[in-house]
């Protein structure tokens, strides 16, 4: 795993921040993606009463090369004990030109855990993976922002920082997702009514957009609102809006 050099800043070019503001609107999101979260650094986590943590430092800071086989082996070890996350090099860099350029949503992942974090009008997120080695679960993040608003919001599943799970309650073992559809016929632009039964085992409500593929007409919907119409060759595409309320099931239809 290689990791970010403080000249090359994470190989991130200030002058695309720059470029971006200058056509930006007022309200719009400004947003960054890094593999590591900038604002957890080895150097604060691992600690420093640890005399295997000194030894690592010490080798580290005289190379600044984490791949030479000794510091390699030994920050296996150390990630393996008390996390790894990011090294540091680079990583005021980064939180310093996202000041500047005023961004307000920084992403991330490698940890596969859930934390929201609010620091100095950025909000960083990471989130769980959809890998089955997750904590606390196997899960993802939906953001959504009003026009208009500084603030995002609906990216909190549960508590402080949970995300959406994936399986019930978290429960990946059972493998029972959270939230599914089925239609009652093939969904393959041969019908003229179809249904489709949406479930949703989530704590909250949920809105989605589900795609009918019909025979060409014209349809009534029934629990659906819709938003999109079209035909495209032998098949329509009718793209319904559907509010499911927590712990509940519902009956989508489209009928010529």
Same mark, same amino acid.
């Given at each position: 795993?290689?990791?970010?050099?403080?000249?090359?800043?994470?190989?991130?070019?200030?002058?695309?921040?720059?470029?971006?503001?200058?056509?930006a609107?007022?309200?719009?999101?400004?947003?960054?993606?890094?593999?590591?979260?900038?604002?957890w650094?080895?150097?604060?986590i691992?600690?420093?009463s640890?005399?295997?943590?000194?030894?690592y430092?010490?080798?580290?800071?005289?190379?600044?090369?984490?791949?030479?086989?000794?510091?390699?082996?030994?920050?296996?070890?150390?990630?393996?004990?008390?996390d790894?996350?990011?090294?540091g090099?680079?990583?005021?860099?980064?939180?310093?030109i996202?000041?500047?350029?005023?961004?307000?949503?920084?992403?991330?992942?490698?940890?596969h855990?859930?934390?929201?974090?609010?620091?100095?009008?950025?909000?960083?997120?990471?989130?769980?993976?959809?890998?089955?080695?997750?904590?606390?679960?196997?899960?993802?993040?939906?953001?959504?922002?009003?026009?208009?608003?500084?603030?995002?919001?609906?990216?909190?599943?549960?508590?402080?920082?949970?995300?959406?799970?994936?399986?019930?309650?978290g429960?990946?073992?059972?493998g029972?997702?959270?939230?599914?559809?089925?239609?009652?016929?093939?969904?393959? +632009? /041969?019908?003229?009514?179809?249904?489709?039964? @949406? &479930?949703?085992?989530? #704590?909250?409500?949920v809105?989605?957009? $589900?795609?009918?593929?019909?025979?060409?007409?014209?349809?009534?919907?029934?629990?659906?609102?819709?938003?999109?119409?079209?035909?495209? +060759? /032998?098949?329509?595409?009718?793209?319904?809006? @559907? &509010?499911?309320?927590? #712990?509940?099931?519902?009956?989508?239809? $489209?009928?010529?």
């Open positions: 795993m290689g990791w970010p050099n403080s000249r090359q800043t994470n190989g991130l070019d200030p002058t695309r921040f720059r470029k971006n503001g200058q056509t609107s007022g309200n719009q999101v400004r947003g960054l993606f890094s593999h590591h979260n900038p604002i650094r080895d150097k604060d691992w600690p420093s640890d005399p295997e943590v000194s030894e430092w010490n080798e580290y800071d005289a190379q600044h090369n984490p791949q030479n086989l000794s510091t390699l082996i030994k920050g296996e070890k150390l990630g393996i004990q008390y790894q996350q990011w090294h090099e680079g990583a005021y860099e980064l939180i310093d996202m000041k500047q350029n005023k961004v307000n949503i920084a992403l991330h992942g490698h940890t855990i859930d934390n929201i974090t609010e620091q100095d009008g950025i909000l960083y997120s990471t989130t769980a993976s959809i890998e089955l080695s997750a904590t606390p679960w196997v899960g993802y993040r939906v953001f959504q922002k009003e026009l208009g608003s500084e603030d995002f919001n609906s990216y909190i599943y549960e508590g402080t920082d949970s995300s959406m799970p994936v399986y019930q309650e429960n990946t073992a059972a029972v997702v959270s939230f599914e559809n089925k239609f009652s016929l093939p969904n393959d +632009g /041969t019908q003229v009514t179809q249904t489709a039964t @949406v &479930t949703n085992r989530l #704590n909250k409500e809105t989605i957009h $589900l795609p009918f593929y019909m025979k060409p007409g014209s349809y009534t919907a029934t629990n659906g609102q819709i938003i999109e119409n079209n035909v495209y +060759g /032998t098949k329509q595409l009718i793209e319904m809006e @559907v &509010t499911v309320p927590a #712990n509940s099931s519902k009956d989508v239809s $489209l009928t010529r």
